[in-house]
């Protein structure tokens, strides 16, 4: 008992000489960060990227946990985790129309034709009222949006260059149901299918083709099962980085602004990364691949097609969202 007293006074006198001196002792905050893809993906790079920035904004103020290659489990139960609070912060694609049905505009095709109009629509009030809308729908805080860039379509039939050549296409596609929605109304017959058996199913001809931008495309591998790649660019999906609404909110004024501050650097890198990866990409693809062929396809044709997509979607993300998301990516 005398031992045990003797710590407490101890312990005791070592807090009051440091409140004395005007020393406050904080723990450093403890974050724990995950991503389903592996080193090089684009949503592991951004969230890698706002990692680093942190540690440089943070120093030894923060204690981070980072997990990726799908060490935690998919993109699906990474959005179930940051909800319930197990994980703080991850990136979404194409899944984040599963938390919040206004995210279905991103599958209006051929909405956008650069990284400029996409990046200056995302970071106006378009991107504020996506924000305030996952906060409510999701419980999540945005803190930016990267790029996981422009998609293209392969497969194993035929060059796409109509919307007639996808008919009949077993085509894989995201979870997303109005991404399941545009390609079903283009003719092809998408299917829902996690990514990790993309590679295998296109070898033994499960599916004939899937749509991802090229660093996907390149990174799965997928070039090596595929016999055509129509450079598309039928949708842009971004990547939706996001942290714990919770967490965020217990975060002291100076942690928010950091936060921010290393998550504006992470949007950067992630957008330059892409911008540069796409010329890059296609001439790897080229290379490892000289039999693949690579086609554009007819803008008009599939423009012409799009205009009923953008109806039914306005459906399911709301027609007056729809409506000012379409006029503000198109200048208005």
Sequence with gaps: MRRSITK???????TVCMLVAGIAVAEPLKLRLSVESTPGASTQHMLASFRDALK???????DIEYFDSGTLGDEIVHMQQVRTGQLDVIPIGSDAVQLDSKFAVFDIPFLFSSREQVSALLDGPIGDELDKSFQKSAGLKVLGFGEIGFRQITNNVRPVVTPADLKGLKLRTPGSKTRILSFKMLGASPIKMNMGEIYLALQQGVID???NPYG???????????KYISVSRHVYTPITFVMNLKRYNGL?????????NAARKAVEMSRNYGA???ANLEAEIRKKAPDVQFNDIDAAS???AAGPIAN???GIAGKDFTAKFVAAAQGG
Aim: charged share 25%; no cysteine.
């Design 302 to 304: 599939f423009k012409a």
């Design 209 to 211: 083709g899937q749509e």
């Design 252 to 260: 002291s004024d100076a942690q928010k602004q950091q936060v921010h």
């Design 56 to 62: 440089q904004e943070m120093g030894n103020d923060v």
């Design 312 to 314: 039914e979607i306005a």
């Design 8 to 14: 407490f006074g101890a312990s005791a006198l070592a």
């Design 276 to 278: 540069e990866n796409d």
């Design 216 to 226: 996907n495309i390149v990174k799965k591998s997928w070039y090596e099962v595929q």
